[in-house]
T-cell receptor
Framework: GAVVSQHPSWVICKSGTSVKIECRSL??????MFWYRQFPKQSLMLMAT?????????EQGVEKDKFLINHASLTLSTLTVTSAHPEDSSFYIC????????????FGDGTRLSIL | GENVEQHPSTLSVQEGDSAVIKCTYS??????FPWYKQELGKRPQLIID?????GEKKDQRIAVTLNKTAKHFSLHITETQPEDSAVYFC?????????FGKGTRLHILP
């Protein structure tokens, strides 16, 4: 149980394209989800906290107009990378709590984004 | 905010020997410390975690120790095996968020 599903798992697109990544909690409701970014051979960096029914909270240095987050339901958060450029190429991973606020979080399988 | 430091960045040990990875954290309010194993291109996998009300936890070949006073915590892997080769991340919570260390690439030598 407590599965977090992420889609797509891999996407390649041209520079200037906007890309949407979905994060779904399959068998539980998640009022809060988290988005991370991981560059090659680096750690996971928290980008933002996605809050159901309200605005996302972004970490320092993360552009909210660049990385649009929508959490319209208790089982779905989306991250849209707007006007993506090669430097946005990375591994994006979401996570959520099967039980609100109680560790551990469960991670999605990640989305590898490559911008040409 | 929370800052998690992890050492070493790379570690090579002979198969069968023990491996130790050390982390420090900065926020005294942190009370949850997970350790993750990540293989190339995959999600981080929780291997063990410890909460601030205990000083040590063990699960078969894996153990974690926590020193709240010094804000140190460590991962110990005994009798290492080839399948232990991976990148390991320590982490600490900042409220309901998880902040990761920079990772340790563990190589198990035959």
């Amino acid at each position: 149980g407590a599965v977090v599903s992420q889609h797509p798992s891999w996407v390649i697109c041209k520079s200037g394209t906007s890309v949407k990544i979905e994060c779904r909690s399959l068998d539980f409701q998640a009022t809060t989800m988290f988005w991370y970014r991981q560059f090659p051979k680096q750690s996971l960096m928290l980008m933002a906290t996605s809050n159901e029914g309200s605005k996302a909270t972004y970490e320092q240095g993360v552009e909210k107009d660049k990385f649009l987050i929508n959490h319209a339901s208790l089982t779905l958060s989306t991250l849209t990378v707007t006007s993506a450029h090669p430097e946005d190429s990375s591994f994006y991973i979401c996570s959520a709590y099967p039980r609100q606020g109680i560790q551990p979080q469960h991670f999605g399988d990640g989305t590898r984004l490559s911008i040409l | 905010g929370e800052n998690v430091e992890q050492h070493p960045s790379t570690l090579s040990v002979q198969e069968g020997d023990s491996a130790v990875i050390k982390c420090t954290y900065s926020d005294s309010a942190s009370n949850y410390f997970p350790w993750y194993k990540q293989e190339l291109g995959k999600r981080p996998q929780l291997i063990i975690d410890i909460r601030s009300n205990v000083g040590e936890k063990k699960d078969q070949r894996i153990a974690v120790t926590l020193n709240k006073t010094a804000k140190h915590f460590s991962l110990h892997i005994t009798e290492t095996q080839p399948e232990d080769s991976a990148v390991y991340f320590c982490a600490a919570n900042r409220d309901d968020k998880i902040i990761f260390g920079k990772g340790t690439r563990l190589h198990i030598l035959p």
